[in-house]
């Protein structure tokens, strides 16, 4: 079994920061690609920024300059530092991987229970 598990979501005022992180635990031969998404009410879920095991990153045009995606291969960790936040970042970020639980198995994408960012005007 795998598990992805965010924190550091919550309430913060616009031009805030925040840091969330997702630690992926369990039946884990490697990760290939971490990411984040989020999803607002009434919206469909969007990428907000990924990063590969070897440090290459991309983030949606709406957070560039503001967010920074990083990661710690050997904890497999991911975190998103949020800076300059604004009252439309408010959604539920979740955590993405793309892991492989043998050798030879395919890349499969697990996702995190989601952790709710508010961002206040």
């Known amino acids: 079994q795998v598990q992805l598990v965010e924190s550091g979501g919550g309430l913060v005022q616009a031009g805030g920061s925040l840091r969330l992180s997702c630690a992926a635990s369990g039946s884990i031969f490697s990760i290939n690609v971490m990411g984040w998404y989020r999803q607002a009410p009434g919206k469909q879920r969007e990428l907000v920024a990924a990063?590969?095991?070897?440090?290459?990153?991309n983030y949606a045009d709406s957070v560039k300059g503001r967010f920074t995606i990083s990661r710690d291969n050997a904890k497999n960790t991911v975190y998103l530092q949020m800076n300059s936040l604004k009252p439309e970042d408010t959604a539920v970020y979740y955590c993405?991987?793309?892991?492989?639980?043998?050798?030879?198995?395919?890349?499969?994408?697990?996702w995190g229970q989601g952790t709710q960012v508010t961002v206040s005007s």
């Open positions: 993405n991987a793309g892991l492989r639980a043998t050798p030879l198995g395919a890349f499969l994408p697990y």
């Open positions: 990063i590969t095991t070897g440090g290459s990153t």
